[in-house]
């Protein structure tokens, strides 16, 4: 007789509620905005974009196109165009600035979904002559048995899978081709509804290679999930909100290939306890237990040296990440630990450049931020109300008036004490590794990895993903306005924005550098197929061998 687990029921149930809905055919059609509200979406872009968007000028410059003034055009046909039409033209207008933190937010119909599909697409080889092969297949995704980690795709829909993926990034985010190359691919099987449209197609149709080298082509429906965020995410109405450098479409996707790829852990991610096993089956059992697994693991590599795995700074305590990131370097070898950011879609800013300290000696400088100059962030800094967020650019704002100066003057969002409060934790070298994929926090944390001096910064691709700034959700925003001569109304039907208010300069050796477009760059490394399937051992051996020699 065999009895049920009633936790393996709670896994089945949540996982259960997860999947919102079978196809997107099934996902219900976004609201009706007429033609008033969207005159009036329109008009609170071009307010908060014209007056608050830190990169503008910068965008400006580097597209030779003017957001500000394709929305003002939008506005003249918004009421003539269809539902569908005028949300693809003001995410058209806001893709085209290359920045992932500055997105149009739809209606509320999609809100919190990731369309899916049950496999993951990785690229290995130099930019000019990558291969694709399929990585991780979600458990029953399909009944071809040939379809399996390992296997080479071709074609997606009949496009060869390269032109496919290029195809894709000239509508993704990202400054440089191999920011965009690798968000587009990612994107073939993952995407954030909150922030781009759905697929235009319900199903795909995948052509490839099989390991014995036979080509079969086999069919795969978009579903859609919703991966939450875990219980110790920012919080929506804290004051760390306002210090948050992330990917918000990118964190939704982390969440989901979790979600699809191990189901039992996303499900309990709350029940994590550090003196019990990891529930990571399929995974090996040799990662170290944390109740902080969403953005935290750790394991040694040999008898010497260590991996810790930075998933996200998505956190909303940094002085818990510090003290469990503290607990897990304590259990690994002292010979030299690899610190790995690949994907990390960025988080609290606070809880990136305090975790600098724990590997050096040096003293961390942290990264610096400013405003844009211009009359609306003179009025929210002069405001009362924002007094302790933003009064200390204040004055250097309003000096901008007579000097003519574009940015007000570049100040920590981390105290410098605080980056340097607890001091060097692991003994041992250290080295860093990050993609393009690394976003955000994350290339902050990498800005000040190189910057201070703590060790090698080995780069897959040419740099992290360039996404130099603070961002607010237009809630944050409107509260940032109330009571002032400009504050803006609630925006129709759940649509809102995020937007860059804060732009980051580097400090240290970078000084006076912008991270946005640029990213961080470091020792060039190109994925192998072992690594893909393997474990990650020739990028692991590479970044060993740069512990040794010191």
Same mark, same amino acid.
């Given at each position: 007789?065999?009895?049920?687990?009633?936790?393996?029921?709670?896994?089945?149930?949540?996982?259960?509620?997860?999947?919102?809905a079978?196809?997107?055919?099934?996902?219900?059609?976004?609201a009706h905005?007429?033609?008033?509200?969207?005159?009036?979406v329109v008009d609170?872009?071009?307010?908060v974009l014209?007056?608050?968007?830190s990169?503008?000028?910068a965008k400006r410059?580097?597209?030779?196109?003017?957001?500000?003034?394709?929305?003002t055009?939008?506005?003249?046909r918004?009421?003539?165009?269809?539902?569908?039409?005028?949300h693809?033209a003001?995410?058209?207008?806001?893709?085209?600035?290359?920045?992932?933190?500055?997105?149009?937010?739809?209606?509320?119909?999609?809100?919190?979904?990731?369309?899916?599909?049950?496999?993951l697409i990785?690229?290995?080889?130099?930019?000019?002559?990558?291969?694709?092969l399929?990585?991780?297949?979600?458990?029953?995704?399909?009944?071809?048995?040939s379809?399996?980690?390992?296997?080479?795709v071709?074609?997606?829909?009949?496009v060869?899978?390269?032109?496919?993926?290029e195809v894709h990034?000239?509508?993704?985010t990202?400054?440089?081709?191999?920011a965009r190359?690798?968000?587009?691919?990612?994107?073939?099987?993952?995407r954030?509804?909150?922030?781009?449209?759905?697929?235009?197609?319900h199903?795909?149709?995948v052509?490839?290679?099989t390991?014995?080298?036979?080509?079969?082509?086999?069919?795969f429906d978009?579903?859609?999930?919703?991966p939450? #965020? +875990?219980?110790? /995410?920012?919080?929506?109405?804290? %004051?760390?909100?306002?210090k948050?450098a992330? $990917?918000p &479409? @990118?964190?939704a996707?982390?969440r989901?290939k979790?979600?699809?790829?191990?189901?039992e852990?996303?499900?309990?991610?709350?029940?994590?306890?550090?003196?019990?096993p990891?529930p990571?089956?399929?995974?090996?059992?040799?990662?170290?237990?944390?109740?902080l697994?969403?953005v935290?693991?750790? #394991? +040694?590599?040999? /008898?010497?040296?260590?991996?810790? %795995?930075?998933?996200s700074f998505?956190?909303? $305590?940094? &002085? @818990?990440?510090?003290?469990?990131?503290?607990?897990?370097?304590?259990?690994?070898?002292?010979?030299?630990?690899?610190?790995?950011?690949?994907?990390?879609p960025?988080?609290?800013?606070?809880?990136?450049?305090?975790a600098?300290?724990l590997?050096?000696?040096?003293?961390?400088?942290?990264t610096?931020?400013?405003?844009?100059a211009?009359?609306?962030?003179?009025?929210?800094a002069?405001?009362?109300?924002?007094?302790?967020?933003?009064?200390a650019w204040?004055?250097?704002?309003?000096?901008?008036?007579?000097?003519g100066?574009?940015?007000?003057?570049?100040?920590p969002?981390?105290?410098?004490?605080?980056?340097?409060?607890?001091?060097?934790?692991y003994p041992?070298?250290?080295?860093?590794?990050v993609?393009?994929?690394?976003?955000?926090?994350g290339?902050?944390f990498?800005a000040?990895?190189?910057?201070?001096?703590?060790?090698p910064?080995v780069?897959?691709?040419?740099?992290t993903?360039?996404?130099?700034?603070?961002?607010?959700?237009l809630?944050?925003v409107r509260?940032a306005?109330a009571?002032?001569?400009?504050?803006?109304?609630?925006?129709?039907?759940?649509t809102?924005?995020?937007?860059?208010?804060?732009?980051?300069?580097?400090?240290?050796?970078?000084?006076?550098?912008?991270?946005?477009?640029?990213?961080?760059?470091?020792?060039?490394?190109d994925?192998t197929?072992?690594?893909?399937?393997?474990?990650?051992?020739?990028l692991?051996?590479?970044c060993?061998g740069?512990?040794r020699?010191?």
């Amino acid at each position: 007789m065999t009895t049920t687990d009633p936790r393996d029921a709670r896994v089945r149930r949540l996982l259960a509620e997860a999947v919102t809905a079978t196809t997107l055919a099934d996902v219900p059609a976004a609201a009706h905005l007429d033609g008033g509200e969207r005159l009036q979406v329109v008009d609170t872009l071009v307010t908060v974009l014209g007056g608050l968007y830190s990169h503008l000028p910068a965008k400006r410059a580097a597209y030779a196109s003017d957001p500000v003034q394709g929305l003002t055009l939008l506005r003249r046909r918004a009421v003539d165009l269809t539902d569908a039409e005028f949300h693809l033209a003001l995410t058209g207008i806001l893709t085209g600035l290359r920045d992932a933190h500055t997105r149009y937010v739809g209606p509320v119909a999609a809100r919190g979904q990731v369309a899916t599909l049950p496999f993951l697409i990785e690229a290995y080889g130099p930019d000019h002559e990558p291969h694709f092969l399929v990585t991780k297949v979600g458990p029953g995704a399909t009944t071809d048995r040939s379809f399996a980690p390992g296997v080479e795709v071709l074609a997606w829909n009949g496009v060869p899978i390269a032109r496919a993926v290029e195809v894709h990034a000239d509508r993704e985010t990202g400054g440089r081709p191999d920011a965009r190359r690798s968000r587009a691919l990612e994107s073939l099987t993952f995407r954030a509804l909150d922030y781009g449209p759905p697929p235009d197609e319900h199903w795909v149709v995948v052509e490839y290679r099989t390991r014995r080298g036979a080509t079969r082509e086999t069919r795969f429906d978009w579903t859609v999930v919703a991966p939450g #965020r +875990a219980e110790t /995410a920012v919080g929506r109405a804290t %004051r760390a909100a306002l210090k948050v450098a992330v $990917d918000p &479409a @990118a964190d939704a996707v982390r969440r989901a290939k979790k979600l699809t790829f191990v189901p039992e852990l996303w499900a309990t991610e709350d029940e994590a306890d550090p003196a019990a096993p990891p529930p990571l089956s399929g995974v090996g059992t040799d990662w170290i237990p944390t109740p902080l697994q969403d953005v935290l693991a750790a #394991r +040694a590599l040999d /008898a010497d040296h260590g991996l810790l %795995r930075l998933w996200s700074f998505d956190v909303g $305590d940094d &002085a @818990a990440y510090l003290d469990e990131m503290t607990r897990l370097l304590g259990l690994l070898p002292t010979g030299g630990v690899v610190v790995d950011l690949r994907g990390n879609p960025g988080g609290l800013v606070w809880a990136a450049e305090r975790a600098l300290q724990l590997f050096t000696d040096h003293p961390v400088v942290p990264t610096r931020f400013s405003l844009v100059a211009t009359p609306l962030t003179r009025l929210m800094a002069a405001s009362p109300f924002n007094r302790l967020e933003l009064e200390a650019w204040n004055g250097s704002l309003q000096d901008a008036v007579s000097t003519g100066e574009q940015y007000a003057q570049p100040l920590p969002l981390t105290d410098p004490a605080w980056c340097n409060d607890r001091g060097r934790v692991y003994p041992g070298p250290a080295v860093a590794v990050v993609d393009p994929n690394t976003y955000s926090s994350g290339d902050l944390f990498a800005a000040g990895w190189v910057d201070n001096d703590v060790g090698p910064l080995v780069a897959v691709g040419q740099a992290t993903g360039g996404g130099g700034a603070n961002v607010w959700t237009l809630s944050q925003v409107r509260d940032a306005l109330a009571g002032t001569e400009r504050a803006l109304p609630p925006m129709p039907a759940g649509t809102s924005l995020t937007v860059a208010v804060r732009r980051t300069i580097r400090s240290g050796r970078g000084d006076g550098i912008p991270v946005e477009d640029l990213g961080i760059a470091g020792v060039p490394y190109d994925m192998t197929r072992d690594d893909l399937l393997r474990g990650n051992v020739d990028l692991q051996a590479f970044c060993l061998g740069l512990l040794r020699a010191g």
